[in-house]
């Protein structure tokens, strides 16, 4: 168990709706990414924030937000969504120190299906 | 091309053989390099990580970074059934606020 938390494990709903994924991090992480993995794609970073803050963007969809609270939790929001959304959202938690290396601890994704 | 390229697999092999999982990249300001192993239906764990060229061992592991031809691999000695899962190789340009990219993952089967 890593300490990175995920709700909710499973999600199947329809094209074109909205969801919103959620992500606690590992106790005294600040900093929060977010992942898609897909058969096609791989993994692929989608967006990170640090202390609340928005600190760098991937390969995020227009379509798709995030947002860091005071608690630190963070939601992925995923709206109009396409078949091709289909996919397992990962959240990844760390220390950010700008001296040492920081190890992203993932957790246990959030399986998403649109029909 | 993509930045990192590694080989999908899978790989299969009989226990206790050594196992050789590779990645190329073409980014060469990459400086952290990272090996993630994820079973089905969990979410990736780290494995170990190498900065710049060199080589790394832990356990029945070790890492291997050639920075000159852009190529890192992962040694698995004695591997085990326990061993079977995707390897995903990533890597960073720097550890502090650095974001990671990753291979494709390679599916490696350890039969008994």
């Known amino acids: 168990d890593s300490g990175v938390t995920q709700t909710p494990k499973h999600l199947i709903t329809a094209t074109g709706q909205r969801v919103t994924l959620r992500c606690s991090p590992r106790?005294?992480?600040?900093?929060v990414y977010w992942y898609q993995q897909s058969l096609d794609q791989g993994l692929q970073f989608l967006i990170q924030?640090?202390?609340?803050?928005?600190?760098a963007k991937g390969n995020i969809l227009e379509r798709f937000s995030a947002q860091q609270f005071p608690d630190l939790h963070s939601e992925l929001n995923l709206s109009s969504l396409e078949l091709g959304d289909s996919a397992l959202y990962f959240c990844?938690?760390?220390?950010?120190?700008?001296?040492?290396?920081?190890?992203?601890?993932f957790g246990p994704g959030t399986r998403l299906t649109v029909l | 091309q993509k930045e990192v390229e590694q080989d999908p697999g899978p790989l299969s092999v009989p226990e206790g053989a050594i196992v050789s999982l590779n990645c190329t990249y073409s980014n060469s300001a990459f400086q952290y390099f990272m090996w993630y192993r994820q079973y089905s239906r969990k979410g990736p764990e780290l494995l170990m990580y190498?900065?710049?060229?060199g080589n790394k061992e832990d356990g029945r592991f070790t890492a291997q970074v050639d920075k000159s031809s852009k190529y890192i691999s992962l040694f698995i000695r004695d591997s085990q059934p326990s061993d079977s899962a995707t390897y995903l190789c990533?890597?960073?340009?720097?550890?502090?606020?650095?974001?990671?990219?990753f291979g494709k993952g390679t599916m490696l089967l350890v039969s008994p």
């Open positions: 990533a890597m960073s340009f720097n550890s502090g606020y650095s974001t990671l990219t």
């Open positions: 190498t900065y710049s060229s």
């Open positions: 106790s005294g992480d600040l900093s």
């Open positions: 924030y640090y202390n609340g803050e928005e600190r």
């Open positions: 990844a938690s760390s220390v950010v120190a700008v001296i040492s290396y920081n190890e992203q601890f």
